[in-house]
Antibody, heavy 116, light 109 residues
Framework: EVQLVESGGGFVQPGGSLRLSCAVS????????MAWVRQAPGKGLEWVAN????????HYVGSVEGRFTISRDNAKNLLYLQMNSLRVEDTAVYYC?????????WGQGTLVTVSS | QAVLTQPPSASGTPGQTVIISCFGS????????VNWYQQFPGRAPKLLIY???LRASGVPDRFSGSKSATSASLAITGLQSEDEAAYYC??????????FGGGTKLTVL
């Protein structure tokens, strides 16, 4: 069974940084684009970023461009989201998902809380 | 505010058919395929429909998707109590951004 497990969430003050990780298993990681999707408390889903199989091509939602970086370690089957200059409005559950346009498998999510 | 527009709520009684709409534009739904996701409270989203009308693995045929021009629809026939969830449409944009609708909370009366 395909598995995606996020970690790295937590509490951080505005302006701080966090790095999220997503460990994947039971599928060939290098065959797939990967993505991060977030959901603020009580709100809808928002696509954050995605990355191609080789890690060369990345795309971001406008509100995180220049602050967040998506990357991957194909040798370790890990997806990352480096989040810098965090804002209160970045508070959300962050999900990693498999795919570029169709996200067919999701992790359970990790909560990021940005607050002073 | 989401670029793709969905009604915030929908409802139906068991056995009824409910249709959830999703409105976009020529740069997203009009030129790219639409996917639908189901999400229960506190749970990760689950893929229901992809490429406008194809059901994901294990999804009952009570769920169907369609698209016309810049709008898409998710139909649920033979509504069941376990269908009570939030439903999100999603599409890619020509500017290489992923887009979600605001979500529709379905209540089974």
């Amino acid at each position: 069974e395909v598995q995606l497990v996020e970690s790295g969430g937590g509490f951080v003050q505005p302006g701080g940084s966090l790095r999220l990780s997503c460990a994947v298993s039971e599928f060939t990681f290098t065959d797939y684009w990967m993505a991060w999707v977030r959901q603020a408390p009580g709100k809808g889903l928002e696509w954050v970023a995605n990355i191609n199989q080789g890690g060369i091509e990345q795309h971001y939602v406008g509100s995180v461009e220049g602050r967040f970086t998506i990357s991957r370690d194909n040798a370790k089957n890990l997806l990352y989201l480096q989040m810098n200059s965090l804002r209160v409005e970045d508070t959300a559950v962050y999900y990693c998902a498999r795919g570029s346009v169709v996200w067919d498998s999701w992790g359970q999510g990790t909560l990021v809380t940005v607050s002073s | 505010q989401a670029v793709l527009t969905q009604p915030p709520s929908a409802s139906g009684t068991p056995g009824q058919t409910v249709i959830i709409s999703c409105f976009g534009s020529s740069s997203n739904i009009g030129s790219n395929t639409v996917n639908w996701y189901q999400q229960f409270p506190g749970r990760a989203p689950k893929l229901l429909i992809y490429a406008d009308h194809l059901r994901a693995s294990g999804v009952p045929d009570r769920f169907s998707g369609s698209k016309s021009a810049t709008s898409a629809s998710l139909a649920i026939t033979g509504l069941q109590s376990e269908d009570e969830a939030a439903y999100y449409c999603a599409a890619w944009d020509d500017n290489l951004k992923g887009l979600f609708g605001g979500g529709t909370k379905l209540t089974v009366l």
